[in-house]
């Protein structure tokens, strides 16, 4: 009897640190995408010299547009028409926009496919490639396929980019949500233990480590 109380308690625990990451989650995601689109559209505006690349701007902003307008699919089909016959800069902030269009519109696997191909295309930006790993991650935990999320995020968690922290707490997430509470934890730990934690990461795993449970193995 008490085995099936500690394990009743192990997952209150867990659901518990769950829900405290998505509190967070939002504001997390959100930020990421100001990021994205902020640093994408300065770096692009200080190459914009000929005509076709203004153009390009003109056709991003109005599919952006689309997106503040609710109107998902139309920017979805918008963007994979950039993607296509845009230059590299903006047809890989199109696959990020479309991705979070596919998102809004809950095709969370056709969200994923798109990071995933941003991921692996050797010719993606570094920043934004990494940056893909970690929102697939995000949203692979979202749709219940949290082992995918921890295989594909161990080489970015392991290296030594500035993306290397987020690796870690989303990989910390995805070994949570598959029940791994050990491994969570040493993964938490060693972000609140680094002292290269960027504050916000530091803040997070020191939040939801302190929900769980000390014993777990």
């Given at each position: 009897?008490?085995?099936?109380f ?5 997952d209150?625990?867990?659901d518990?640190?769950?829900?405290l990451?998505k ?32 153009a390009?701007?003109?056709k991003?902003?109005?599919a952006v ?5 609710r ?11 950039q ?14 926009q ?20 941003l991921a692996?295309?050797p010719?993606t930006d ?12 995000i949203?692979r ?5 949290a ?5 594909r995020?161990l080489?970015l968690?392991e290296?030594t ?13 995805a070994?949570l ?8 934890r040493?993964?938490?730990?060693s972000l609140?233990?680094d002292p290269?934690?960027?504050p916000?990461v530091r803040?997070r ?13």
């Amino acid at each position: 009897m008490g085995d099936i109380f500690n394990e009743v308690d192990e997952d209150v625990r867990r659901d518990q640190a769950m829900r405290l990451w998505k509190r967070y989650g939002r504001y997390f995601v959100a930020l990421l995408a100001i990021i994205v689109v902020g640093a994408g559209a300065n770096a692009t505006w200080n190459h914009i010299k000929t005509k076709r690349m203004m153009a390009d701007g003109s056709k991003f902003s109005a599919a952006v547009s689309l997106v503040q307008n609710r109107q998902y699919e139309q920017a979805a089909l918008r963007f994979s028409e950039q993607i296509t016959n845009s230059g590299a800069g903006y047809s890989q902030l199109a696959q990020l926009q479309k991705a979070a269009a596919l998102i809004a519109s809950d095709d969370h696997n056709g969200a994923i496919s798109i990071y995933d191909s941003l991921a692996d295309t050797p010719s993606t930006d570094r920043m934004i490639a990494d940056l893909a790993v970690i929102l697939a991650g995000i949203h692979r935990i979202d749709a219940d396929r949290a082992d995918e999320a921890t295989e594909r995020l161990l080489e970015l968690s392991e290296g030594t980019g500035p993306w290397r922290h987020l690796a870690r707490e989303m990989r910390a997430l995805a070994l949570l949500k598959s029940g791994n509470e050990q491994g969570a934890r040493e993964l938490l730990a060693s972000l609140v233990g680094d002292p290269t934690s960027p504050p916000g990461v530091r803040s997070r795993a020191t939040e939801v480590l302190g929900t769980l449970n000390p014993n777990a193995s």
